[in-house]
């Protein structure tokens, strides 16, 4: 089982690493001795996240990258290559939403900026697209390697007022499926690509949507998600890890084109 599961030496590059939650990814597999390229727009919270990672003796970079520039994902790749060798792995992590692209009593649909939209649907499906592009040349050409993009709820059951960040999180799981068939059928049947849809982990992208920001207090929308998630709760950021091992390892060899939830039981649940 040890060696089904094993990461040790894998290259591994995480699109978003700065963040809370692929920035807990990064240090699980780090933990299994993969070295990890932490890319992320904010270079400081990518360092942050690689220097704790050193400091528990494991191997990491970080590399400020721009995930909407071909160029930027370019030097990107070359930096990694340079200092870690050449990449194994891509987790596609990067993304979010912003208000200016959320419904509210405020922001009528009717009058969301088109540019807010755009922006939140760039950033998580084009992302994605260039992110992969750079990176699954390289994989294409070593017949070997693996994809795990980052979906959401919101791709399975859109969810109200975040209409930019539904439509792109449901184009990754198309993007998902048509990709490992693509890659399986053109370039090689070693390289697998999936994706997880995490449910509902408190991250400083939907905390605004989910607490009230001066009380700290579950909002109606917070209250309702929790009602509706069979296990009555949020998630917590390490219990993404066992999933995210799991489909990167060779315990998922045969497993390509699906899209895990990692939800609690939110999109088993109809509400009644």
């Known amino acids: 089982m040890k060696e089904l599961f094993n990461l040790a030496g ?19 597999i780090a933990n299994m001795g993969a ?40 030097a990107t790749k070359e930096k990694t290559t340079t200092e870690l060798g050449e990449i194994d792995m891509l987790i596609n992590g990067a993304g979010g939403n912003i208000k200016e692209a959320t419904t509210s009593q405020d922001l009528p649909f009717f009058d969301l900026p088109v540019e807010a939209v755009q922006s939140v649907f760039d950033l998580n499906f084009i992302g994605t697209f260039l992110a992969t592009q750079i ?20 791709a399975f059951r859109p969810l ?5 960040s539904s439509a792109a999180k449901a184009a990754v799981n198309n993007f998902t499926q048509w990709l490992a068939v693509h890659i399986c059928q053109n370039y090689s049947k070693d390289i697998r690509v999936n994706a997880i849809a995490p449910g509902f982990f408190l991250t400083e992208q939907n ?21 509706h998630t069979p296990m009555g709760r949020f998630g917590q950021p390490e219990e993404l890890t066992g999933t995210v091992i799991w489909l990167l390892s060779d ?19 109809s509400g009644v």
């Open 135 to 154: 990176v699954a040349e390289d994989m294409a050409r070593r017949d070997r390697g693996v994809i795990l993009n980052v979906s959401s709820m919101s």
């Open 251 to 269: 315990a998922a060899k045969f497993v390509t084109g699906v899209v895990v939830p990692i939800d609690g039981g939110f999109s088993a649940f």
């Open 10 to 28: 894998k290259v591994i590059v995480i699109t978003g690493g700065g963040g809370v939650l692929c920035g807990t990814i990064a240090r699980a």
């Open 160 to 164: 109200t007022k975040v209409v930019g």
């Open 207 to 227: 905390r605004f949507l989910l607490t009230d920001e001066k009380t700290d207090e579950l909002t109606a929308r917070g209250k309702a998600i929790i009602d």
């Open 35 to 74: 070295k990890i390229a932490i890319w992320d727009i904010n270079e400081q919270a990518a360092t942050q996240v690689a220097d704790k990672i050193k400091s528990n003796n494991g191997i990491a970079v970080a590399v400020r990258c721009d995930v909407l520039d071909k160029e930027s994902l370019k």
